[in-house]
């Protein structure tokens, strides 16, 4: 059994930071792409970040040059570094991983269960 458990959603100003961390424990194997995607109240879910195994990393255009994404594959943990929020950030952010959990066994995507980021203006 796999879980992802996020933390680090709070409330924030406009202008302030957040850093979120997602860490996936259980039988793994092996994890590919980590990231993280956001859905705002009444729109669709869109994916904000995304980080490969190597460190590849792919960016939303709205939240560029303002987060990071980075990954610890010692502790099978992905982080979101938020800078300069905005109102318009405020959304539940929820982390991904595509992982195995044998050598041979398909790779499935896990979510964590959302953690919710409110920046007021």
């Not at 092996?30 to 993280?36: F, V």
């Not at 255009?61 to 994404?69: E, Y």
């Not at 800078?83 to 499935?108: G, H, Q």
């Amino acid at each position: 059994q796999v879980q992802l458990v996020e933390s680090g959603g709070d409330l924030v100003q406009a202008g302030g930071s957040l850093r979120l961390s997602c860490a996936a424990s259980g039988s793994i194997f092996s994890i590919n792409d980590m990231g993280w995607y956001r859905q705002a109240p009444g729109k669709q879910r869109e994916l904000v970040a995304i980080i490969t195994s190597v460190g590849t990393t792919t960016y939303l255009d709205s939240v560029k040059g303002r987060f990071t994404i980075s990954r610890d594959n010692a502790k099978n943990t992905v982080y979101l570094q938020m800078n300069s929020l905005k109102p318009e950030d405020t959304a539940v952010y929820s982390c991904y991983a595509r992982l195995s959990t044998t050598w041979r066994s398909p790779i499935y995507n896990y979510w964590g269960q959302g953690t919710q980021v409110t920046v007021s203006s």
